[in-house]
């Protein structure tokens, strides 16, 4: 039986559809609220597992109901369920997204790749080990949680390992855009990461700066 904890913030309309009949036939234990703000106050106190925003249900894009949702608790698996003829967008937090129509088995499909205990979703290379279903990573005895550009960055460092990541290489493929005016994003990336791995960020013996470069993933011998 699964025991997975999941917050679904969904419209309080009677007449709308709801996924929590679905959720709880699979056994997941569901917390139901229909107001983003004191769903967020019980997910702060009683972090989920993951959070399942239907912003369909409220008949929104739900793009900043996300942004506002990662901001609160950064780590933590969102699934955005959008209305039909949305465009996906990357950039506001969601883990995934799922625009309408779809079955509900296909958003119970996505919610179990995003739980905890799928060893498929993990990439271990040296001291490293990174679960890209949870965003979570674990090195030498610490675990942290990542946002997902974190965990993007790092996945990126751990398949090239040793090579040197130039600033523009990172930024296309984390932000996908060619423009590299402004690196500071990429650096408060990097500043983040190395928090989460490393045993003193300042003198960090993992992620390497090449300066006027750009980063390298060196590892133990």
Request: proline share 7%.
């Amino acid at each position: 039986m699964t025991t997975a904890n999941i917050l679904l913030i969904e419209s309080g309309r009677s007449n709308a559809p709801s996924f929590a009949p679905a959720l709880d036939k699979k056994g997941y234990t569901v917390s139901i609220h229909h107001k983003l703000d004191v769903g967020l106050e019980d997910a702060i106190k009683n972090e989920p597992d993951l959070i399942v925003l239907d912003a369909a249900s409220m008949k929104t894009s739900g793009k900043r109901l996300c942004r506002k949702t990662r901001a609160e608790l950064d780590g933590v698996p969102i699934i955005l369920v959008s209305p039909e003829g949305t465009q996906p967008d990357s950039a506001c937090g969601a883990s995934l997204t799922l625009v309408h129509p779809f079955t509900p088995r296909k958003l119970l499909n996505r919610v179990a790749r995003l739980l905890p205990g799928d060893e498929s979703y993990t990439l271990e290379m040296g001291p490293i080990k990174l679960n890209l279903a949870q965003s979570k990573v674990r090195c030498m005895g610490k675990e942290s949680r990542l946002t997902p550009k974190m965990a993007q960055l790092l996945e990126v460092f751990i398949h090239n390992p040793g090579r040197l990541m130039t600033r523009k290489e990172l930024i296309r493929q984390i932000w996908h855009t060619d423009y590299c005016g402004d690196t500071r994003t990429l650096d408060v990336h990097m500043s983040w990461l190395r928090r989460a791995i490393e045993p003193d960020p300042k003198r960090p013996r993992l992620l390497k700066t090449i300066r006027g470069m750009g980063y390298r993933l060196d590892l133990p011998q």
